[in-house]
């Protein structure tokens, strides 16, 4: 055989190796629902989308959550009527959300009216979290979702941080994709009828 043709030979072998592995599926990287993918405009880190977590616009008006604390307590959405609720889903590796913990705790510790749960989407133990929490520590309680079974009642989240803000009759009166801050939360509760916020000296 002449060197011409094993070279062509060898040339359509490459080829044909190259298509073949066009065809096989990719090999699923980290199958962790709570990976970001890129920043988007609004601050958010957005989340993948898998035929299992369709991302969901929906959501009810008037939504139940009950889910333990990582301190083993139990929290109760519709135990909370008569207040007004911030429920924040977060991440521990988001950057975003991390920077605005401070600001909703000191919220939820400086305003009655005001409570704040925080829902750490991702797969993380409680132990974990403990941890984590030592060295970010808030007043207001933190609950892990289980990412492959999210409250029902809030659509899953397109990005992280999201936050939604509960009025004291339990309907959604607003919800922020991005990081949000303690001024826009007030805010929000005034435009829905709830308290001014107190002028800052």
């Known amino acids: 055989m002449s060197s011409a043709s094993t070279r062509s030979l060898l040339a359509a072998a490459l080829v044909a190796g190259a298509l073949l592995a066009g065809c096989q599926k990719d090999k699923p990287a980290d199958t962790d629902l709570a990976a970001p993918q890129t920043p988007s405009d609004t ?21 139940k959550l009950v889910i333990a604390t990582v301190e083993g307590k139990q929290f109760d959405l519709s135990a ?9 889903f977060w991440a521990t590796w988001c950057k975003p959300c991390l920077k605005e913990m401070p600001e909703l705790s000191a919220l939820d510790a400086m305003r009655e ?21 030592k060295l970010h520590p808030v007043v207001y309680p933190i609950a892990v979702v289980d990412t492959f079974n999210p409250p029902a009642d809030f659509a899953t989240p ?9 009025a004291p009759d339990g309907r959604v009166a607003d919800k922020f994709l991005g990081p949000v801050t303690a001024k ?3 805010a929000a509760i005034a435009k829905a009828g709830g308290p001014q916020a107190a002028p800052q000296s």
């Open 43 to 63: 601050g958010a880190l957005t989340l993948p989308q898998t035929a299992d977590h369709p991302l969901s616009e929906g959501g009810v008006d008037v939504p």
């Open 80 to 88: 909370r009527r008569g207040r007004w609720v911030v429920v924040n």
């Open 158 to 166: 397109r990005g992280l941080p999201m936050t939604y803000l509960i």
């Open 113 to 133: 009216h005001i409570e704040v749960i925080g829902l750490a989407y991702e797969d993380i133990t409680s132990d974990d979290m403990k941890v984590f929490l």
């Open 184 to 186: 826009d939360i007030e």
